[in-house]
């Protein structure tokens, strides 16, 4: 090995070690900022998603009332077993754009009170940051298990009792919401419309 190959070997490792270290450095400059953003993460690719809680939406997961009541006589007013497959159908449809619409809801008063512009206000007053969330939080699994969970749950019945061990649709993702009122994960209640909607379609016409 000449001069030249010596020189130009110890350049081309040492651009291999500087391309990690500049790295590592960048990340440690911005550890602070990442810090924020982070728990606040969320990846979707194909079927898989995942994403991360800050503390203070643990603490909401872990002090959140479950104790609010749930409609013990959903659609009291309506016989769905009196509904022909296509009026159930219908009603199915409307209730889980009902649900989607709501899920949207709170996504987007979510973003817009507790995202990414308002870290740093909230990072201030943490006490007051997870006091909103957790009334916030409160309010939404309310409005669900009374407006919407009562009705979702007697159309997904009334499906399955018509359709009885004739379809294939995997109801697990759907009992967080339904079965269970809860309102955990990316998106439980729209895991929930998709169950409802996917034997809407088993259902005969």
Not at 48 to 65: C, K, L, N, P
Not at 71 to 93: I, K, M, Y
Request: aromatic fraction near 8%; charged fraction near 25%; include cysteine.
């Amino acid at each position: 090995m000449d001069g030249f190959e010596l020189i130009a070997s110890l350049v081309e490792s040492a651009t291999k070690i500087a391309w990690p270290a500049a790295a590592f450095a960048c990340v440690w400059i911005m550890r602070d900022d990442l810090r924020k953003l982070l728990p606040r993460a969320y990846f979707k690719h194909g079927e898989f998603e995942a994403g991360f809680y800050t503390g203070q939406e643990s603490v909401v997961e872990q002090v959140i009332d479950h104790n609010v009541t749930v409609n013990a006589q959903p659609l009291a007013v309506r016989n769905l077993q009196d509904f022909s497959n296509a009026e159930l159908r219908d009603l199915a449809t409307d209730t889980t754009t009902r649900m989607r619409n709501f899920e949207r809801s709170i996504k987007q008063e979510r973003n817009h009170r507790f995202g990414f512009d308002n870290i740093l206000y909230y990072d201030s007053s943490r006490n007051d940051y997870t006091e909103r969330l957790l009334k916030q939080s409160n309010e939404n699994l309310h409005r669900w298990r009374s407006d919407y969970q009562p009705d979702a749950v007697a159309i997904r019945d009334e499906l399955l009792r018509r359709l009885g061990p004739n379809h294939d649709v995997d109801l697990h993702r759907a009992r967080v919401a339904l079965d269970h009122g809860m309102l955990a994960g990316p998106s439980p209640i729209a895991d929930a419309a998709t169950a409802i909607e996917m034997l809407c379609h088993a259902l005969p016409d």
